[in-house]
């Protein structure tokens, strides 16, 4: 995809029937996926313009966000969508406020820290406890599911599966350490035999989507965004996402998100015997995607690999 502003321009000329006053792009696009600006219009609205490179996200976002346009969690609440000439879909967003919490962690306190985990942990008990599910997996723009995936262990096993396709299709260094890991993940399936409950995730829950402003000197949660990857499934996995970023290192900020977290919905005790099971499995599921379009990342994900596979 290559689209630039004046492009971009006339597209919201036509839809607002009025001038851009200011237009930045926004966004990962050395991932390829996704154009994603910030535009704001002669009237003073601002607005958020993303170009789905990937045919199936936008519904994911248009069901979840449906979903959550009543709710107290701080997303979008107001958006649009379609197509353009070319085939590819849109959406606008109202635009919240806030710097990505990412930019922000080596610049707060612990205390800092420990009251937007809080608040954190209150965001995404929101989001689990929105509704249960009667399937796992995908779902179309009217919150229908898309393979009807009735338990979560079919779920489990058809996702690594893919994945594991993915890897031996591509030319890694580090693929014998991978095809280990691909095998002891097999090997203990049973672990996640026992997870009945489908509720909405995230399924991208981190700092680069955690927006941050600073009100009178104080931080806190301004909003939830990017829900392209969220539709019905295991909640335990938004969580266990937690730990590879932040919790591993952080005890504290672990116990404050808890705090908040458990104010909608309570942990089931049997994730911290899975969580070592879930956090190689993430790690492998970075790997096999990161190689060559997000080598940092492939990284952080080969670490994790390493770190965890020798517990099984």
Same mark, same amino acid.
């Given at each position: 995809? #290559? +689209?630039?502003?004046?492009y971009?321009r006339?597209?919201i000329?036509? &839809?607002?029937?009025m001038?851009?006053?200011?237009? *930045? ?6 991932l390829n *996926? ?12 601002k ?7 990937i045919?199936?996200r936008?519904?994911?976002e248009?069901?979840?966000l449906?979903l ?9 609440k ?5 197509? &353009?000439? @070319?085939g590819n ?17 080596? #610049?707060?306190?612990?205390?800092q ?11 995404l008990?929101?989001i689990?406890?929105i509704? #249960?599910?009667?399937?796992?997996? @995908?779902?179309? @723009?009217?919150?229908?599911s898309v393979h009807?995936?009735?338990? +979560? ?5 058809k ?6 396709c993915?890897l ?5 260094d ?6 280990e ?5 097999k ?12 509720? &909405?995730c995230?399924?991208?829950? @981190? ?5 941050i402003?600073?009100?009178n000197? /104080? ?13 019905p499934?295991?909640?335990e996995?938004d969580?266990?996402?937690l +730990?590879? *970023?932040?919790?591993l ?5 672990e116990?404050?998100?808890? /705090? ?14 899975r969580?070592d099971?879930? &956090?190689l ?8 995607? #990161? +190689? ?21």
């Amino acid at each position: 995809m #290559t +689209y630039d502003e004046n492009y971009i321009r006339g597209i919201i000329k036509k &839809l607002f029937s009025m001038d851009v006053k200011e237009i *930045r792009s926004i966004g990962h696009y050395e991932l390829n *996926r996704h154009y994603v600006f910030y535009i704001r219009l002669n009237n003073g609205q601002k607005i958020v313009f993303k170009i789905f490179g990937i045919k199936n996200r936008m519904p994911r976002e248009i069901a979840s966000l449906s979903l959550l346009k009543n709710s107290t969690l701080k997303c979008p609440k107001y958006f649009k969508h379609g197509v &353009l000439d @070319d085939g590819n879909e849109w959406m606008i967003y109202e635009y919240i406020e806030g710097e990505a919490l990412d930019n922000l962690l080596n #610049t707060l306190t612990l205390e800092q820290l420990k009251k937007i985990f809080l608040e954190i942990g209150q965001e995404l008990g929101k989001i689990h406890s929105i509704k #249960t599910f009667n399937f796992f997996g @995908d779902w179309d @723009d009217k919150g229908e599911s898309v393979h009807n995936i009735k338990d +979560y262990y079919t779920y489990f096993v058809k996702s690594f599966e893919f994945q594991l396709c993915e890897l031996m299709q591509q030319n890694i260094d580090d693929k014998v350490i991978l095809i280990e890991a691909a095998e002891k993940i097999k090997r203990n399936f049973n672990l996640i035999e026992n997870i009945k409950e489908s509720r &909405l995730c995230h399924n991208d829950f @981190d700092g680069r989507n955690i927006l941050i402003i600073c009100q009178n000197g /104080e931080y806190k949660v301004n909003g939830i965004v990017d829900f392209e990857q969220s539709f019905p499934g295991n909640i335990e996995m938004d969580i266990a996402r937690l +730990y590879f *970023r932040y919790f591993l290192e952080n005890k504290d900020i672990e116990k404050s998100f808890f /705090e908040g977290y458990k104010k909608y919905i309570s942990i089931d005790d049997g994730f911290f015997e899975r969580l070592d099971y879930y &956090l190689l499995r993430l790690g492998f599921g970075i790997c096999c995607w #990161t +190689y060559f379009k997000a080598p940092e990342y492939y990284k952080q994900g080969l670490e994790l690999v390493k770190k965890y596979i020798n517990k099984f």
